[in-house]
């Protein structure tokens, strides 16, 4: 659980970004708002957050960190856009939703219907269009250029 102006600079501190190993990415992860979290963080978490997460600078490191240290998806009421377009590209999920929980609580995420469910209550979000579906299904937008060139289109 985070809230709001989240920038990229917490998410993957600058002084890592020298370095290509994912492993120190997802081992510095949120360092600079939660020096524990790389050791809290399990794969198939999902961080939620309030509004502009991801602001700052264009570092596709920051989407990389998180997906490398586990997280599966990002929910938050609002992305910034540089931060949303390089999740996507790396094919980490993400979904813009108001919900309300607390940390520990256990959601369903429906990234076709554009819906998260937590505690029984469901959450209407801002449903991805198809083509940034297709994009994540693949894997990211490296991956699924591999994909359409490999299937001629």
């Not at 961080?47 to 570092?59: L, P, T, W």
């Not at 540089?82 to 919900?99: Q, S, Y």
């Amino acid at each position: 659980m985070f809230g709001n102006d989240i920038d990229t600079d917490v998410i993957i501190p600058g002084k890592y970004l020298r370095t290509t190993d994912m492993q120190v990415f997802a081992d510095h992860a949120m360092e600079g708002i939660d020096p524990e979290f790389s050791r809290k963080v399990s794969k198939g978490d999902i961080i939620v957050a309030g509004d502009n997460f991801g602001c700052g600078s264009s570092r596709e490191q920051a989407p990389l960190a998180l997906k490398h240290a586990g997280v599966s998806c990002v929910v938050a009421r609002y992305f910034a856009r540089i931060f949303f377009r390089n999740a996507i590209n790396v094919g980490l999920p993400l979904i813009e939703a108001d919900v309300e929980c607390k940390e520990g609580d256990e959601m369903e995420i429906d990234l076709l219907a554009g819906t998260v469910r937590v505690n029984g209550q469901n959450y209407q979000g801002n449903k991805l269009p198809d083509f940034l579906l297709e994009i994540l299904t693949d894997g990211g937008l490296v991956a699924h250029r591999k994909a359409a060139q490999s299937n001629g289109t």
